[in-house]
């Protein structure tokens, strides 16, 4: 495994603003995930976080809301445009390394949108 | 397509008897599972994986989980619950056809309560 950290671990926003959180892994890894975790739920799936390239995004997130960047093998953001209080989450990165399928997570970014 | 059902939204034990989580999953592919605990406001950690070798796993903290084709389950047990054993978990099913992405879907979570 490897130690996966978040910034920022929480925040208070405003609606209308936006917030990138950054995630950073201390080897290189292949994989890079975002999952959001609502209240009370279970984790989903917002995108794939692809090096050098644009994201994967799973069915009902889009580019324009859910921003991401990955410059390199170690790290990532995501940005959550022009927040509403329905964006209140936990956002979580993950990683995983070429020929395992297990991911490990990071300790999670928990966003109140006021 | 995969799924993955945890039949239980909640379970409460008392310190020092069996756990026993349950787990079915759906998957076209012969798939990877996986059960990760959350404790509060902390991250998700991995307990065990299953990867198509032995069918009983064992993982971290006592936990074991048996994989099970014909019931298409996964149940997570622990022979004696310790408080600290209290948190959420998370069954995981996995499909990795083609070496094409290990997607990762998330069970509904159960949240295990012990009891003094």
């Known amino acids: 495994s490897a130690v996966i950290s978040q910034k920022p671990s929480r925040d208070i926003c405003q609606r209308g603003t936006s917030l990138t959180i950054q995630c950073q892994v201390d080897?290189?890894?292949?994989?890079m995930f975002w999952y959001r975790q609502q209240p009370g739920q279970s984790l989903t799936l917002i995108a794939t976080a692809n090096q050098g390239s644009e994201a994967t995004y799973e069915s009902g997130f889009v580019i324009d809301k859910f921003p991401i960047s990955r410059p390199n093998l170690t790290f990532s953001t995501l940005t959550v445009s022009n927040m509403s209080p329905e964006d209140s989450s936990i956002y979580l990165c993950?990683?995983?390394?070429?020929?395992?399928?297990?991911?490990?997570f990071g300790p999670g970014t928990r966003l109140t949108v006021l | 397509a995969q799924s993955v059902t945890q039949l239980d939204s909640h379970v409460s034990v008392s310190e020092g008897t069996p756990v026993l989580l349950r787990c079915n999953y759906s998957?076209?592919?012969?798939?990877?599972l996986f059960w990760y605990v959350q404790h509060p406001n902390k991250g998700l950690q991995l307990l065990l994986k299953y990867t198509s070798a032995a069918t009983l796993v064992k993982g971290i903290n006592g936990f074991e989980a048996e994989f099970k084709k014909s019931e298409t389950s996964f149940h997570l047990t622990k022979p004696s619950a310790h408080m600290s054993d209290a948190a959420e978990y998370f069954c995981v099913v996995s499909e990795n056809p083609n070496n094409a992405g290990n997607m990762l879907t998330f069970g509904g979570g159960t949240r295990l309560m012990v009891k003094p």
């Open positions: 998957s076209s592919y012969s798939p990877s």
């Open positions: 080897s290189q890894v292949t994989m």
């Open positions: 993950s990683a995983s390394w070429g020929g395992y399928n297990e991911q490990f």
